[in-house]
C-alpha cells in the first residue's frame, strides 16, 4: 500500500506554471439525511497522475470551518497538487460524536481514491492532512482500523500515503485531549496508541508553548513512528501556542 517516496516532495511540486484556482464542491457521503461535501481546488494546467491532500478542518469535533485550510488549498493547487477541504459531521451542527468524525474522514478519504481518474490524480500519492482535532482525523485514516461508515466500501483503503500534521491531538488516552468523551474506547481511537508497522511517513508542525499537544507528546509520537520503521519529521516552532482546536 505504501509506496516509499517523500512527501516533502509534494510540498515543493512547483514546476507546474498554474497561476489560478479551480474550485469545485462535489457531495461525497450522504447519511441520515445529512449531505457533506468538499471543495476541490485544482491546477489550472492540471495533468493525470497528480499528487493530492485532503484538509480536515479543527474544531474539537465540535465545530469549525471549512475554510480553516483554503489559503494552504489555494497555495499548494497553484503548485501542481490537488486539494480537498472536506466538511464532516460535528456536535455543534449534527449532534455527531467523536466517532462519527473519524467515519466521515474515512470515507472522504475512500471517495477520494475511488475517484483518482476524475480528479486526475494517482491514488498512491494522497496525503491527509488538518488542525488538532483535525489532525486527529488525518490521523485515524492511517491508523484506526475501527468506526467505519457502514456501507462505505471497505475494498479501498482510506490510508493515506503521507501524513502532515498540524498541531494533532493524537493522544486521546489517559490525561489526553478528549478522554472525557471517549473513555476507554481509546484504545481503539487514539491514534498514539495504535501506531504500527506500516504506518505512513509523517510530518508533525507543534508549537512549543500549546496547551493541549505537549511538545513531549510529539516526540514521544515520533520515537514510536520510528521504532516501526516509519518515518517521523517533527517540527516544533518555539514560544508558539496553540492552533485552532
Known sequence: MHKIYTFYLFIALSFFSAHGDAQERVLYKEV???KLFMEVYTPDEGVNDQAAILFFFGGGWKGGRISQFEHQAKYFSKRGL?????EYRTEGQHKATPFEC???AKSAMRYVRENADRFNIDPEKITASGGSAGGHLAAATALIEKYNEGFDDLSIS??????ILFNPVFDNGP???GFERIGNAYKDFSPLH???TGAPPTLILL???DHLVPAATAEYYKTVMENVGSRCELKLYEGQGSWLL
Open 158 to 163: 482510506c490510508v493515506p500515503n503521507a501524513l
Open 82 to 86: 490537488v486539494c480537498f477541504l472536506v
Open 207 to 209: 508549537g512549543t508553548e
Open 194 to 196: 495504535n501506531i504500527q
Open 102 to 104: 473519524v467515519k466521515d
Open 32 to 34: 441520515d439525511s445529512i
Open 175 to 177: 490525561g489526553g485531549y
